[in-house]
């Protein structure tokens, strides 16, 4: 047979080395794939059962010349598949790589190729099964040719089957296993050494190493191999199992192996993959911090391997520079005599670290180019902070003068409007491209991505420099800052919430007293840059005669509360019902009765499109896109606003006004619109003078006077 592993981009050496330590030899080494020329049965069950840092198993059946359906159907019709499975089995046809037309339309012609084959053959057919088929057939193109195998792992080596149902998954479990031995954990364990994960998350790298401590192999919890496929052999595979089976050592029979993270349904995550993988007594879970951490009592000092966040999703809610200079310390200072290994897909965060790898791997984590660092750590105590950490650089001065400028420029007007929550800086000097709102007693800091040009380590000392301002300028210890990351989005990328839970505290804007929370989502709760555009559609809305609100896009209903300030009676539409909760919430915190006052959860659009009632004011600031699946329809604010608008002026009082903005960059106001409506442009008189003029774009728009009757009810229309 010839076997062919298929892995990750980096991980290709290892897996070559798995290879000769299970079977003894040599295997050929491509890109994401390592080859075994002439293996025999035996071969193909110690790779499947042994191999930790492959993610497929094929046998090779032959290579061909062209990439497009016509070509892979005339091989295909012509292999011989009856001797490799009967019609009794079901089979599937996967198409990786690209070729010369589309990847579904050639599967469909490797389909129809198998099926002619039996009929001619046989007379019958195979069934296609997509989800659990006793045959897959694997077709790898490349440019002018494609290769052709059939699967002998049943599916992907690296789904071992430990893992939660829900559990997140930062590493896949070959990626992991990969980790661990080019850190070199097998030797560790040998000599005694422990092994630790200080941020375990849902434990992978953690059973992983207890695996490998304990000499299990990574197949054994795998199924027998199809007994559907021709050329398997049961018995055979049993024996090959049992000598693996006897090379397991006892859980006392290895050293300490410790799982920690900061939050405890990580922690529990992970102890239920240990328990699912049957190593749950092999490993020591703790619920800690990484960086109040100290290695544990009557361990030789070994190794410490970490997969850290680092920027990945949209909207991340730490400062990841400081949490990397952080983890440089604390290696020093606690891990000495450690060997450390850092696992991330930004470099400029390794660089943070401060200290000189001794090796560095690039590796690919699903999409994203990645590299595993690893540290010897000195056993010497260090004499001191390295200076670089706490000197400013120059340009630091510029901004704490703007800092300062700033703090005095708004102290009047925060005053006046009995605010607790602004912002006091937003990317005034180029060199410092962040925006920084205070919110009480706590600062949310939002670094706009730097871009290429600009040296990546230059901007992490930037972001450190802005904390140490802001701390000294502020009186706020950094303990209470946080953070987002932001960048620019593809045209249809939703924003992720983050996974933590952080508690909701009031802000006070006059008389109005908001919740927000600085840690569990991307947003806060409260659009600052809304200030005087709530304020202008509030007092307008108690001013009217009938003082009918209506908000829509409703988000936690901070327009309806003070609508509700002012006298009106408001109804309040989202899709979330948890965002239309938290509205109910600052109804009360701001000392208001929900009786009267309405909670829609509805699409907005849809709500527009059954609703009769007539309205004196409508606030409208809708997502620039959203494709829940609650709605009826995705929406995109640019494409989508004529459509929202006319439908929000047929529920509008002939004297009411509707205020609508948005937040999508360059949006403009449809000319329809303008042509049938009286339409004033608010912003950037609407945006306040802690914002910069482009926060948002707002229109006024009204019905234009007409000499023709206009009732303002159904009810009216028929009289």
């Known amino acids: 047979m010839r076997l062919i592993l298929l892995t990750t981009r980096g991980i290709e050496p290892v897996v070559a080395e798995e290879v000769y330590d299970l079977i003894g030899r040599r295997p050929s080494i491509d890109r994401g794939s390592v080859t075994l020329e002439d293996g025999a049965l035996d071969a193909a069950y110690r790779l499947r059962l042994g191999v930790r840092a492959a993610t497929r198993l094929l046998r090779g059946l032959g290579e061909y010349a062209g990439a497009d359906g016509e070509a892979i159907y005339r091989a295909l019709r012509a292999y011989p598949f009856e001797t490799l499975f009967g019609l009794d089995a079901s089979f599937s046809v996967e198409v990786v790589g690209k070729g010369e037309e589309p990847p579904?339309?050639?599967?469909?012609?490797?389909?129809?190729?198998?099926?002619?084959?039996?009929?001619?053959?046989?007379?019958?057919?195979?069934?296609?099964?997509?989800?659990?088929?006793?045959?897959?057939?694997?077709?790898?193109?490349?440019?002018?040719?494609?290769?052709?195998?059939?699967?002998?792992?049943?599916?992907?080596?690296?789904?071992?089957?430990?893992?939660?149902?829900?559990?997140?998954?930062?590493?896949?479990?070959?990626?992991?296993?990969?980790?661990?031995?080019?850190?070199?954990?097998?030797?560790?364990?040998?000599?005694?050494?422990?092994?630790?994960?200080?941020?375990?998350?849902?434990?992978?790298?953690?059973?992983?190493?207890?695996?490998?401590?304990?000499?299990?192999?990574?197949?054994?919890?795998?199924?027998?191999?199809?007994?559907?496929?021709?050329?398997?052999?049961?018995?055979?595979?049993?024996?090959?199992?049992?000598?693996?089976?006897?090379?397991?050592?006892?859980?006392?029979?290895?050293?300490?192996?410790?799982?920690?993270?900061?939050?405890?349904?990580?922690?529990?995550?992970?102890?239920?993959?240990?328990?699912?993988?049957?190593?749950?007594?092999?490993?020591?879970?703790?619920?800690?911090?990484?960086?109040?951490?100290?290695?544990?009592?009557?361990?030789?000092?070994?190794?410490?391997?970490?997969?850290?966040?680092?920027?990945?999703?949209?909207?991340?809610?730490?400062?990841?520079?400081?949490?990397?200079?952080?983890?440089?310390?604390?290696?020093?200072?606690?891990?000495?005599?450690?060997?450390?290994?850092?696992?991330?897909?930004?470099?400029?965060?390794?660089?943070?670290?401060?200290?000189?790898?001794?090796?560095?791997?690039?590796?690919?984590?699903?999409?994203?180019?990645?590299?595993?660092?690893?540290?010897?750590?000195?056993?010497?105590?260090?004499?001191?902070?390295?200076?670089?950490?706490?000197?400013?650089?120059?340009?630091?001065?510029?901004?704490?003068?703007?800092?300062?400028?700033?703090?005095?420029?708004?102290?009047?007007?925060?005053?006046?409007?009995?605010?607790?929550?602004?912002?006091?800086?937003?990317?005034?000097?180029?060199?410092?491209?962040?925006?920084?709102?205070?919110?009480?007693?706590?600062?949310?800091?939002?670094?706009?991505?730097?871009?290429?040009?600009?040296?990546?380590?230059?901007?992490?000392?930037?972001?450190?420099?802005?904390?140490?301002?802001?701390?000294?300028?502020?009186?706020?210890?950094?303990?209470?800052?946080?953070?987002?990351?932001?960048?620019?989005?593809?045209?249809?990328?939703?924003?992720?919430?983050?996974?933590?839970?952080?508690?909701?505290?009031?802000?006070?804007?006059?008389?109005?007293?908001?919740?927000?929370?600085?840690?569990?989502?991307?947003?806060?709760?409260?659009?600052?840059?809304?200030?005087?555009l709530r304020r202008m559609a509030a007092r307008e809305a108690g001013r009217s005669e009938a003082k009918r609100f209506l908000n829509l896009f409703a988000y936690t209903g901070s327009a309806s509360v003070a609508a509700a300030l002012e006298g009106a009676t408001t109804v309040s539409v989202d899709l979330s019902g948890t965002y239309l909760d938290w509205a109910g919430d600052n109804f009360e915190a701001s000392g208001l009765s929900l009786q009267g006052h309405q909670a829609i959860q509805d699409d907005a659009i849809a709500f527009l499109e059954d609703e009769r009632e007539l309205y004196d004011v409508i606030f409208c600031n809708p997502p620039s896109y959203s494709r829940s699946k609650d709605a009826r329809a995705e929406f995109e604010v640019k494409r989508d606003h004529e459509r929202l608008i006319q439908l929000a002026m047929s529920r509008l009082d002939r004297a009411g006004s509707l205020y609508f903005s948005t937040h999508a960059r360059g949006f403009e106001l449809s000319r329809a619109l303008v042509e049938r409506y009286a339409v004033e442009a608010l912003s950037p008189k609407s945006v306040p003078p802690d914002f910069r003029s482009d926060a948002h774009h707002a229109f006024r728009l009204r019905h234009r006077e007409t000499r023709h009757f206009a009732p303002k009810s159904r009810e009216q229309a028929k009289k």
């Open 104 to 532: 579904h339309f050639l599967t469909l012609r490797a389909k129809d190729a198998i099926v002619d084959r039996f009929r001619e053959r046989l007379g019958e057919r195979p069934s296609v099964d997509k989800r659990r088929p006793d045959a897959r057939v694997h077709i790898r193109l490349m440019r002018d040719r494609f290769a052709l195998s059939i699967d002998l792992g049943d599916g992907a080596l690296s789904h071992r089957g430990y893992r939660p149902p829900g559990a997140p998954a930062p590493l896949r479990e070959h990626l992991a296993a990969a980790l661990l031995l080019l850190a070199g954990a097998p030797r560790n364990f040998e000599e005694g050494r422990g092994f630790i994960d200080r941020m375990c998350g849902s434990g992978t790298l953690a059973v992983e190493a207890a695996m490998m401590a304990r000499r299990i192999a990574p197949g054994l919890a795998r199924p027998l191999p199809n007994a559907r496929l021709r050329f398997h052999d049961a018995e055979l595979y049993r024996s090959i199992r049992d000598e693996f089976r006897a090379l397991i050592r006892a859980p006392l029979d290895h050293p300490t192996i410790v799982a920690s993270d900061l939050d405890a349904a990580s922690v529990e995550l992970a102890r239920e993959a240990a328990r699912r993988a049957g190593v749950e007594e092999s490993i020591r879970f703790e619920c800690v911090d990484f960086l109040d951490s100290s290695p544990p009592d009557g361990v030789l000092p070994g190794l410490i391997l970490m997969n850290p966040p680092y920027g990945e999703r949209l909207g991340d809610t730490e400062d990841l520079h400081a949490l990397y200079e952080a983890i440089g310390d604390r290696f020093r200072w606690e891990y000495r005599g450690y060997r450390a290994g850092i696992f991330s897909g930004d470099e400029s965060l390794l660089k943070s670290v401060g200290l000189r790898a001794e090796q560095r791997v690039a590796l690919d984590n699903g999409p994203i180019p990645s590299i595993l660092a690893l540290y010897a750590i000195r056993e010497e105590m260090p004499r001191e902070r390295p200076h670089w950490r706490t000197s400013l650089l120059p340009e630091a001065a510029m901004l704490r003068n703007r800092l300062r400028k700033n703090l005095r420029r708004l102290a009047p007007y925060v005053e006046r409007r009995g605010l607790t929550a602004y912002r006091i800086y937003d990317r005034d000097i180029p060199e410092f491209n962040f925006a920084v709102d205070r919110y009480a007693d706590s600062v949310l800091i939002q670094e706009w991505a730097p871009p290429r040009t600009v040296d990546r380590q230059l901007a992490a000392r930037r972001a450190r420099d802005l904390r140490i301002v802001l701390e000294e300028e502020l009186g706020i210890p950094s303990e209470r800052f946080h953070y987002r990351r932001r960048r620019r989005r593809a045209r249809f990328e939703q924003i992720e919430s983050s996974r933590k839970r952080g508690e909701r505290f009031i802000v006070h804007e006059g008389d109005l007293r908001l919740l927000v929370t600085l840690e569990e989502r991307f947003d806060t709760g409260l659009y600052l840059d809304h200030r005087e």
